[in-house]
């Protein structure tokens, strides 16, 4: 199983991102998918969670700022990153639950 998370960039605050994770080796529509991330120095956190009935859950942090989808027919999550903070700056992970497959990251940074 592979994830291939992409997207990422350098933002100013207030600005907007998508990101994507790409899974190959497992058909998605049959697993709950989560993003995470973890910021210089810190532990790696859960972001959001969508599971294979499309119901979400958002960490407080994040809630109203951010948006989890998927499109199992592309076997793609998205995470939509909107109103971005100086905080959210990390590194930003894909996550498959079942088996606990994770990709490579991907770099968020937003300058104030």
């Known amino acids: 199983v592979q994830l291939q998370a992409s997207g990422g960039g350098s933002v100013q605050a207030g600005g907007s991102l998508r990101l994507s994770c790409a899974v190959s080796?497992?058909?998605?529509?049959?697993?709950?998918m989560g993003w995470h991330r973890q910021a210089p120095g810190k532990q790696r956190e859960p972001v959001a969670t969508?599971?294979?009935?499309?119901?979400?859950n958002y960490a407080d942090f994040v809630k109203g700022r951010f948006t989890i989808s998927r499109d199992n027919a592309e076997n793609t999550v998205y995470l939509q990153m909107d109103s971005l903070e100086p905080e959210d700056t990390a590194v930003y992970y894909c996550?498959?639950?079942?088996?606990?497959?994770w990709g490579k990251g991907t770099q968020v940074t937003v300058s104030s």
């Open positions: 969508i599971n294979n009935h499309g119901t979400t």
């Open positions: 996550h498959i639950p079942r088996g606990n497959y």
């Open positions: 080796g497992r058909t998605l529509g049959f697993y709950d």
